[in-house]
């Protein structure tokens, strides 16, 4: 089975998608789109609301209009578990039988509930030992996911980690990271961020971070007592021309958000750093809806002492404007880069 998937990222406060054709010379963007969901919809990644995402699916496919049924899409929260681990080498069948033994010993969920998969991404290591990583998620979030899908009329064809899906858009936009210089890809998400470190084109630290773009919201409806698409127009209009209609405490609960976010993501990066002392960032790459605030793209870089852009997943790829709104493509692009990741998958590949 073959075929262009669309990349369909189901994130807590909106549905993205993207479609592309990857050619051998170039990648071109054939749809994007976003469709925004209401509040509580999904929660730590799991689906409350199944209504209200097959309609969104709908309602962004009719807009979109995209002719292919093949969907990839990702998971994340609590109920994904990414490990790397260390065994001595064995062969495929051997390492087969041993990975859901190794399983029971990284994962807090009972072995009948989890659907467990694995990569091999270092053969043999400096210290002779094969390195692995582990991932399991939840049957029942695997589940939720495919049946919105298919209500929606959507064939589901891959089912990713969010946090994988960006490091694909990076490497389809950058290229793959030197060994010598390790970058953190971070995707602020509404509700979920996806911090994911990368040496030498090779994951060696990924996590789920409890931290998002919500919070930011949350906190403006709540002093200044105002609804959940009021503090949404006051937190993206803040700092942006014309902005001076907005209240002036705006300003002092988005810095004093992003100063407290920025904190608990160098204190995830730090986590990492401190156990792996011959890693030295040497860039983090920011996307995600909250990559918009410049402030918090300045903090964060003050606090980690490396450079910090934006992440572009649509660096390399031709945009036919004629076709697509080139100006709704670049103010969103940050936000696309898990969808962008999907839309590279394909039914059957292995990475």
């Not at 403006?220 to 209240?247: S, T």
Request: glycine share 8%; net charge negative.
């Amino acid at each position: 089975m073959g075929g262009e998937c669309v990349g369909l990222d189901i994130g807590s406060s909106a549905i993205k998608a993207v479609v592309l054709k990857v050619g051998r010379k170039d990648t071109r963007l054939l749809n994007f789109g976003i469709e925004p969901l209401p509040p509580q919809t999904i929660v730590d990644g799991a689906i409350m609301d199944h209504t209200a995402v097959v309609e969104a699916i709908t309602r962004l496919r009719t807009a979109l209009g995209f002719r292919t049924k093949l969907c990839a899409t990702a998971i994340a929260g609590h109920q994904v578990i990414v490990k790397k681990i260390s065994l001595p080498p064995v062969g495929r069948d051997d390492l087969n039988e041993q990975i859901p033994l190794e399983a029971e010993q990284h994962i807090p969920f009972k072995r009948d509930e989890v659907d467990i998969d694995y990569q091999v991404v270092t053969p043999k290591n400096a210290q002779g030992q094969m390195e692995v990583i582990l991932v399991a998620v939840k049957k029942e979030m695997i589940a939720d996911t495919v049946q919105v899908i298919r209500d929606a009329k959507l064939q589901p064809a891959v089912v990713d980690v969010a946090a994988f899906c960006v490091q694909n858009a990076y490497e389809a936009g950058y290229g793959l990271t030197p060994m010598a210089q390790p970058v953190a890809l971070i995707h602020i998400g509404n509700a979920i961020t996806h911090v994911n470190i990368l040496a030498g084109g090779i994951s060696v630290f990924a996590r789920d971070v409890t931290v998002g773009g919500a919070q930011f919201t949350e906190e403006i409806q709540r002093r200044l007592h105002v609804n959940h698409d009021e503090a949404e127009n006051f937190k993206w209009a803040w700092g942006e021309p014309g902005a001076d209609a907005i209240p002036p405490a705006v300003g002092a609960i988005i810095t004093e958000i992003a100063e407290s976010t920025a904190s608990k993501l160098q204190r995830s990066l730090d986590l990492f750093l401190a156990s792996a002392p011959e890693i030295f960032l040497s860039k983090i790459y920011l996307s995600g809806g909250c990559a918009k605030i410049s402030l918090l793209v300045e903090l964060l870089a003050r606090r980690a002492k490396v450079p910090v852009e934006v992440l572009d997943p649509f660096k390399r790829t031709i945009i036919d404007p004629g076709k697509l709104d080139a100006a709704f493509v670049k103010a969103h692009a940050a936000e696309a880069a898990v969808a962008f990741g999907l839309a590279l998958r394909r039914p059957g590949d292995s990475s």
